[in-house]
């Protein structure tokens, strides 16, 4: 495939390269109609295919044939021109706007549409806003840019995914991540597949308007992405390199040696009350005993200093007959925690060949391939992977070292009573071995004919091929070889290959002031795959070069799956508009799912909406200031099919025992219940949105109002213990709101040498349970302690919890109130009585908020003087919750494990010293750590993203290194976070062990691998 590859790389660069007798040159500069340069103007030699393209500058060069040659130059948003060479060897052009192309165009589904014509929510986002900041992946670099779109990373760690939410959360159980499509292909891994750089645009489809051409994928909405494609004209390069380094932008204040010493005996003496018993008793540390221990700062042991570098180029030209777009990318990351790397390479090429006046044959293909180095980022540990090298660090007390004199490390302690078992946080990072290596092939081969009389065919055959390979040893070590013993080695692998193949016939036509677009087409997706998993135990050897399945002396388990589905669809839309006034859409598709049983496998969807160009009318004239306003609506039902695979049978499994006459006989049993009533997901939405430009567009705006409900929602039905271990089987149950209203607001202003802009969104979002069975309960905290409850009247994942109302100062406040618990002392946790019934248990726990933003935001600045720039990115969101589980520990008493500062500062002490933490005690950990709002704290944030400045070298001065283009830039990313809250980061709170859960778990810190700060620099180059 390399070599395949590169010799197609190389035909197209030698075909650029041609050239023709030549007997003069001709150059000049190409500028609008105010003076300013057009970068990007095609110059074809008509008659030939002879050409080039205006630089940065707008300036051009190209060689001719006698005097009779003409020119053509043609530029998207300009009038075309003709020039006549003559005797004239230098030609200035000013281009004239063409006025109906400068309308900007959005990609919408399966093709593309005027914006000024829109009538649904759709937002969209270029390339320059893309790259801003250096990441790995355009979902993070989506972050903040677009209202109504709420993207989240899952934890700091490099190569880890994050989470999109687009206008809020509409299911319980099943999947609520948006349907992606590149270049008109759906994939799931859109983000990892296309490097940022190589993208050039991406459109955010948000209501059912814009979104129901996709049927039952759209229940979540859509996000479209544009790759970047050739231009005729002389081969362009382009190439960008970035380089920077990245540390922790936060650490937790924890307490010292001596700090921790004396919480330990502090705690000790309170729990030694009223025991009589030596033998009982905890014995305190001495001062002396406390002296030989050294004071650790456990965390920054862990962390270390980064490296990370970001390379693109991008080679793209071409004639009118081909066009030729070839990318590649490289990008590795160190992450912050020692052991924990990514690494990614992507290559890209894209072809554009017109065959003839009225066909076009077109190729994109992508290529990827990523390395992931991996430590335990979350949780602890409870569905497998280790828990949080983070967790355990704050865990681990201050007069532990980390290395012995031998240079091992230390595990164990010599006294676990006083300092702890918790785990050596930088052996469990540095003798990890977790690698993930996924390769994926992307692309697509289209079509497009041109069949006269107003009638276009589109064509698209594509595919999406993704596999990977996981190997994880967790090895044996630790005091008395107590760590991973016995010793595994698990490998994952498996396949995932997509063929997807749309047709499209579409009219389109103008009769007077009647403008008519008709499209209709039909897609066939045909999924299939495998996952394979393998284990061994007790290697002997642990050296990494000697472990391979079989050489263990545990059994070899091996567990293979296989899967697939299709879908079939149909589809159609009209589009009208009356003299660019009076707009209006409908769109209808009918989709057919293998998800479901036979009888329940099609369903329809559909959407329809106006709109009015208020600007237009003659009485709104006289603002000459206003340069668009446009009022639309729309109302339409799209769906949800991802229920997994095979949901409407009954599924068996093997290797279960049965008795008979007193002998095991291995057998079968049901595993999973099935239902075959099962059917789509379905969502009705309402939109109404206001669009507006003014003062020539240098101000601009959007506000939309949605109202959107997910009905037959799917989710896992809770079935009695009665009915045996089986899960339970995916039903259609309740419904869930979802409404908000969305503001986008824009400036562009020029004063001379100096310009400014200023984008800003701002999302506000109500979610709430309409309707629901029972009530779903997730967000484990503890073993059979959960801490959120879905029900009717709150939001999907509502934190339920007992309500803190300070701390018991003394015995006569614990006589006079509400009953906890015979072992309540002064100094202990009160709570609230709720339901006034005396006593305090479960009925008392209440909602006390959810971990979904009630509002986000973001806000990009940018300013130029002369060859200087600078932007600045803000991004943040607030009115959510978080719930601190490593706070239940590291200020809960747990075990012996260290404490923090806070705790340490604020705890009780004696009456009247503390209303906000308890006495130092074990025995009171029963009570003080219940789930409550002691560990719900504010999520609200802002976050400064990114800042950076950059300088563009002039003209002269790149003429002399014979390039087009120079510009250098320096850069911050999370410089600094505004926030209350207490733990590492407010973003990352999404735990390892309820990945499964979804939505329902969301919002939960066990000690989650935090965000880095980075510091970049970098070169952009043009030739």
């Known amino acids: 495939m390399k070599k395949q590859l590169f010799f197609v790389a190389l035909f197209i660069g030698l075909f650029s390269l041609q050239s023709f007798a030549q007997s003069k040159t001709v150059s000049g500069t190409i500028t609008d109609k105010s003076g300013e340069g057009l970068p990007g103007v095609n110059i074809i030699l008509k008659g030939t295919d002879t050409g080039t393209m205006s630089d940065m500058n707008g300036d051009y060069q190209i060689s001719v044939n006698g005097k009779d040659a003409q020119l053509q130059f043609t530029f998207i948003g300009y009038k075309p021109q003709t020039e006549t060479v003559g005797g004239r060897s230098k030609i200035d052009v000013s281009l004239s706007e063409n006025v109906e192309q400068l309308q900007e165009v959005v990609v919408v589904g399966y093709g593309v549409q005027k914006k000024s014509s829109l009538t649904g929510a759709v937002s969209e986002v270029g390339n320059a806003k893309l790259t801003q900041v250096p990441t790995p992946s355009l979902d993070q670099a989506l972050q903040g840019r677009v209202s109504g779109v709420n993207v989240t990373a899952n934890t700091g760690a490099p190569g880890e995914g994050v989470s999109v939410r687009i206008r809020g959360v509409g299911s319980i159980n099943s999947n609520n991540d948006p349907l992606y499509i590149v270049d008109g292909v759906p994939t799931k891994d859109a983000f990892n597949t296309i490097a940022p750089q190589d993208i050039e645009t991406v459109s955010v489809l948000k209501d059912a308007a814009s979104a129901a051409i996709y049927g039952s994928r759209a229940n979540n909405g859509v996000i479209l992405i544009t790759t970047k494609k050739g231009k ?54 001495t001062p002396e005993y406390i002296a030989q221990h050294p004071d650790v700062d456990q965390q920054k042991e862990i962390f270390r200093q980064g490296i990370m570098m970001n390379y693109n180029m991008n080679v793209s030209g071409g004639t009118d007959k081909l066009t030729y777009s070839v990318g590649g990318n490289y990008f590795r990351q160190e992450g912050i925690i020692h052991n924990s790397d990514f690494e990614k390479y992507n290559g890209r090429i894209s072809l554009q060949s017109h065959l003839n006046d009225r066909v076009k044959l077109g190729l994109n293909f992508n290529v990827l391939r990523s390395t992931q180095e991996m430590v335990a980022s979350s949780g602890d540990g409870l569905n497998g992977g280790g828990g949080s090298v983070v967790r355990y660090a704050l865990f681990r007390t201050p007069g532990i070292p980390v290395y012995d004199e031998n240079g091992d490390y230390v595990d164990m302690p010599k006294d676990p009573n006083f300092w702890g078992d918790g785990y050596n946080p930088v052996g469990v990072a540095n003798n990890a071995y977790n690698n993930k290596v996924i390769n994926q092939y992307f692309g697509d081969l289209n079509l497009s004919i041109d069949l006269g009389h107003d009638l276009f065919f589109s064509s698209k055959l594509g595919l999406d091929n993704n596999s990977y390979e996981q190997r994880s040893f967790d090895k044996t070590w630790g005091t008395n070889d107590r760590i991973n013993n016995p010793n595994t080695l698990t490998i994952f692998n498996g396949r995932s290959t997509t063929i997807s193949f749309s047709n499209t016939l579409s009219w389109d036509k103008s009769i007077g002031d009647h403008n008519l677009n008709l499209m209709a087409g039909t897609e066939a997706i045909d999924n299939n795959g495998f996952n394979n998993n393998a284990s061994q135990k007790d290697f002997a050897d642990q050296d990494l ?479």
């Not at 650490?251 to 009589?276: K, S």
């Not at 949800?640 to 291995?666: E, I, M, R, W």
């Open 545 to 1023: 070069s000697l472990v391979y399945m079989g050489n263990g002396r545990g059994e070899v388990r091996a567990f293979e799956s296989k899967y697939g589905y299709s879908l079939l669809s149909f589809f159609g839309r009209a589009n009208y508009d009356y003299n660019g006034k009076y707009l209006a859409s409908a769109t209808i598709r009918q989709d057919g799912s293998s998800r479901f049983a036979p009888e329940s496998r099609w369903g329809t969807f559909y959407s329809g909406s106006l709109g009015w160009r208020l600007d237009k009318e003659g009485f709104m004239q006289q603002f000459s200031k206003l340069d668009m306003l446009k009022i639309r609506a729309g109302y339409g039902k799209i769906g949800n099919q991802d229920v997994g695979y095979y949901a409407y049978s009954d599924a068996y499994g093997l290797n279960v025992n049965y008795p008979f006459g007193g002998t095991n006989t291995n057998g079968l049993a049901l595993t999973t219940l099935g239902n075959s009533k099962i059917q789509w997901e379905s969502s009705h939405q309402l939109d109404l949105g206001v669009d507006f430009k003014f003062y020539e567009g240098k101000i601009h705006g959007t506000v939309d109002f949605f109202n959107k409900v997910t009905s037959d929602m799917l989710t896992k039905e809770s079935i009695p213990p009665s009915n045996g271990n089986a899960n339970p089987s995916w039903v259609n149950n309740g419904s869930v709101l979802n409404r908000g209203i969305e503001l986008e607001l824009g400036t562009n202003q020029k004063v001379g040498d100096f310009t400014f802009f200023a984008d800003a969104n701002v999302t506000f979002l109500h979610n709430e349970v309409l309707d629901l069975g029972n009530p779903i309960y997730g967000g484990r905290i503890d073993n059979g302690v959960n801490i959120t409850k879905t029900e009717v009247g709150y939001p999907v994942g509502s934190f339920f919890v007992y309500e803190m109302d300070g701390i018991f100062q003394n015995k006569s406040e614990i006589l006079t109130s509400a009953f906890q618990g015979k072992d309540v002392k002064p100094g202990d946790v009160k709570f609230v009585d709720r339901n006034g019934d005396s006593k305090i248990d479960e009925n008392d726990r209440y909602h006390a908020g959810s971990a979904i933003p009630k509002f986000t935001y973001g806000l990009n600045l940018g300013a130029a003087y002369k060859n200087w720039d600078m932007n600045a990115f803000f991004q943040g969101a607030g009115g959510h919750k978080i719930y601190s589980q490593i706070n239940t520990d590291i200020e809960g008493f747990y075990r012996p494990f260290n404490v923090t500062k806070r705790y340490y500062d604020e705890r009780w002490t004696g009456e009247g010293t503390s209303n906000t933490q308890p006495r130092a005690s074990w025995k009171g950990k029963a009570n003080n750590t219940l789930p409550s709002t002691r560990f719900l704290e504010d999520g609200d944030y802002l976050r400064l993203k990114n800042i950076q400045i950059g300088y563009t070298f002039p003209k002269a001065t790149c003429e002399k290194m014979h390039i087009s283009r120079l510009r250098v830039y320096a850069s911050a990313n999370n410089l600094f976070t505004i926030t209350k809250y207490s733990g590492l980061d407010p973003e990352m709170t999404v735990s390892r062990n309820s990945a499964s859960e979804g939505d329902i778990a969301a919002g939960i810190d066990w000690g989650t691998y935090p965000t880095a700060k980075s510091f970049v620099f970098g070169v952009q180059l043009g030739f």
């Open 232 to 285: 005729a004209g002389k081969s362009s390069v382009s190439f960008t390199a970035e380089t920077g380094i990245q540390r922790p932008s936060n650490t937790l204040a924890m307490a010292n040696r001596d700090q921790y010493a004396e919480m330990y005996n502090e705690a000790a003496r309170n729990d030694n009350e009223g025991v009589t018993d030596p033998i009982f008793m905890r014995k305190l540390m």
